[in-house]
């Protein structure tokens, strides 16, 4: 029986998927970069390299929504309602989510918020927004911040899927290859670090619990679906899915080397 647009026989396709990825997700899971985390100041320089993937993320996120919904005027439909109501969704609750406060905050404000409360800097991402918002084309305004190469590689393909890619391409890409594993260890330091200083801490710490809750639970299950949806029951959209999520995790791989 069809549930959300999406048949039992695609739940088979999506298994096999994560199947096929388990080696290269367990292997960003044991990057080396956790064990270098010991301490506020660990954390710190993590954050100013993984801001740059909490950015490109709302920028995945918003391309699908161009793709899946009108954006323009006058309005017309597109796509599915389907897969309209399941990229809308998830887009609310990234774009408009609340901070520890029950304040309204994407979740990239509420990461850089974090940020200036632990007094991580902020020079580099913020440069790299301002030469965006004055016109500058993404990829060019990457290369204008002085960033560690894999960072910018990490970004630039981020960017050539979100600009150029099949739109089931970019929804496993945003679904599957942008997995933010956070292992016990790096809860363990959280939880340390929040007894001695939660005046630094407090907000990251909600930061990470609100991205479990939301991102690895009721986002996924929403993304999957799209994915199902677009893929449908299409052998070369899977394998295409595939192919761009394994890469895009070792692309996360390579960003986390650049520590």
């Not at 999406?6 to 960003?28: A, G, H, T």
């Not at 905050?105 to 409360?117: C, D, G, I, P």
């Not at 089931?168 to 007894?195: C, N, W």
């Not at 930061?207 to 009721?218: L, N, P, S």
Request: charged share 25%; aromatic share 10%; with cysteine.
């Amino acid at each position: 029986m069809e549930k959300n647009g999406v048949f039992p026989f695609m739940e088979n396709y999506i298994l096999r998927l994560k199947q096929e990825l388990e080696s290269d997700r367990n292997r960003l899971l044991s990057h080396p970069i956790y064990s270098k985390i010991s301490d506020l100041s660990g954390l710190r320089k993590f954050t100013q390299i993984h801001v740059f993937a909490v950015w490109d993320f709302m920028s995945l996120l918003k391309s699908l929504q161009v793709n899946l919904t009108s954006t323009q005027i006058p309005w017309l439909p597109v796509g599915t309602a389907d897969t309209r109501y399941l990229i809308n969704e998830i887009v609310l609750g990234e774009e408009s989510d609340v901070d520890e406060m029950g304040n309204r905050t994407s979740h990239f404000e509420l990461y850089l918020k974090a940020m200036r409360q632990m007094n991580a800097s902020t020079a580099d991402i913020d440069l790299l927004l301002e030469k965006v918002s004055q016109g500058m084309p993404v990829q060019e305004a990457i290369q204008h911040v002085a960033i560690h190469p894999n960072v910018k590689d990490f970004l630039g393909y981020t960017f050539e899927i979100a600009l150029h890619a099949p739109i089931h391409v970019k929804a496993a890409v945003f679904t599957f290859g942008r997995e933010d594993l956070i292992p016990s260890m790096f809860h363990r330091l959280l939880e340390q670090l929040y007894a001695e200083v939660p005046e630094q801490v407090s907000t990251f710490t909600y930061y990470i619990e609100r991205h479990i809750e939301v991102d690895g639970d009721h986002h996924s299950h929403l993304a999957s679906d799209m994915v199902c949806q677009l893929c449908g029951n299409e052998e070369k959209k899977w394998e295409e899915a595939l192919q761009a999520s394994r890469k895009a995790l070792e692309m996360r791989y390579k960003l986390w080397d650049a520590f």
